[in-house]
């Protein structure tokens, strides 16, 4: 089935820490995440969990949530409870607030220390959740930093604060924190990932923060995160678009792909047109990539605009459909299996592909 590329990539060692019903870290799969986009109240946990059931579909792992008042504790409870990912949830300057999701059941809390004020606040959390058990990110931005590290380039400073809250959680004995920092910059991003990375066991939550539309965000996203998880590091990844989820997670899934770590799911290939096409390889696209995407097998599908190159580029694909002459070609590993109407095709290629599941 789909030819999965082998980077070799040694995993770095860490602790593992068990959240809800995966693991983070060490040798466990790469999870895939996103964030919910959006304010959620009662009467839309029903859409919600249906919307996180797709999610899982393209590869998701872990849903986060914004958890801002009194009332989004409860709902977070319930979406914990019914949801068919781990859920995780957000928290900024009221401790109170993650004492709440944690006792609601989050599988996850997301603090940074930084925004939630006196250490004692964090002291407190860190004690529910050893108690519940629930797992903590220690997720720090390079715009919200201790000023005692204001002189630090903001990678370093990222790492300094890091290094000092984690000392709060290792002298409170919770050993089950994934750490984060993240810049806008990918570089930075890069570099303070690395740094921390290599001087302690902590899983790690790699993403570039306000990463922009899709274009920019995926550029930036590669960039930092193949760096980091082509060196082992990298337990957790979220790619953040000012677009969709979906579109979260199938780049998150397609950078996992591009450096050998997704377990499962489909590559497409498909050229980019020309004036020899007899096939449109963009309507194609448009109609079904998100459907494919959505496929959990390791398989390789091409959508090729003719057989010039076509066949041959694409002869290793599972299967794979092309246009010739006034009619449009199903192959598999390169050999013909069908030759029918351009009206016919696409039901040709999903009885054809419906075979390989
Ligand atoms: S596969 Fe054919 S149509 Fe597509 S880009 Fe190559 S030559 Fe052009």
Redesign the pocket.
């Given at each position: 089935m789909g030819e999965q590329r082998n980077m070799n990539i040694t995993r770095r060692s860490t602790r593992r820490v068990p959240v809800g019903g995966i693991i983070i870290g060490s040798d466990a799969p790469v999870a895939v995440q996103t964030m919910w986009d959006r304010l959620v109240t009662k009467d839309d946990v029903d859409s919600v969990l249906k919307e996180i059931a797709l999610l899982k579909e393209y590869g998701c792992s872990l849903i986060r949530f914004t958890v801002a008042s009194d009332e989004d504790v409860p709902i977070i409870g319930e979406i914990a409870r019914k949801s068919p990912m781990p859920v995780v949830a957000d928290i900024h300057y009221r401790h109170t607030l993650a004492l709440g999701a944690i006792a609601e059941g989050v599988h996850k809390i997301r603090i940074n220390p930084g925004t939630i004020g006196p250490a004692w606040k964090t002291r407190e959390i860190i004690k529910a959740a050893k108690d519940a058990p629930c797992a903590i990110r220690l997720g720090l931005n390079g715009g919200s930093l201790p000023k005692e590290f204001s002189s630090l380039e903001s990678g370093e400073a990222m790492v300094a604060s890091a290094l000092m809250y984690a000392d709060i959680f290792e002298q409170e004995g919770f050993p089950d924190v994934i750490v984060s920092l993240k810049s806008s910059d990918p570089e930075v991003t890069r570099r303070a990932s690395e740094s921390f990375a290599l001087q302690t066991d902590y899983p790690m939550h790699l993403g570039v923060t306000e990463a922009g539309p899709l274009i920019p965000s995926v550029v930036k996203s590669t960039y930092a995160l193949t760096r980091l998880l082509e060196q082992g590091i990298g337990d957790t990844i979220r790619v953040s678009i000012s677009g969709s989820l979906q579109e979260e997670v199938i780049t998150g899934m397609e950078i996992l792909r591009t450096v050998g770590l997704a377990e499962q799911g489909v590559q497409i290939i498909s050229?980019?047109?020309?004036?020899?096409?007899r096939f449109d390889?963009h309507q194609f696209m448009i109609k079904h990539e998100q459907k494919l995407h959505r496929i959990r097998k390791s398989l390789t599908i091409a959508c090729?605009?003719?057989p010039?190159?076509?066949i041959n580029?694409a002869r290793h694909a599972d299967i794979g459909i092309?246009g010739s002459g006034n009619r449009v070609i199903i192959f598999k590993k390169g050999e013909i299996v069908r030759e029918v109407t351009p009206e016919e095709a696409e039901d040709a290629f999903f009885e054809e592909l419906e075979t390989l599941l």
């Open positions: 050229c980019p047109k020309c004036g020899r096409a390889t090729m605009g003719c010039v190159n076509g580029e092309t």
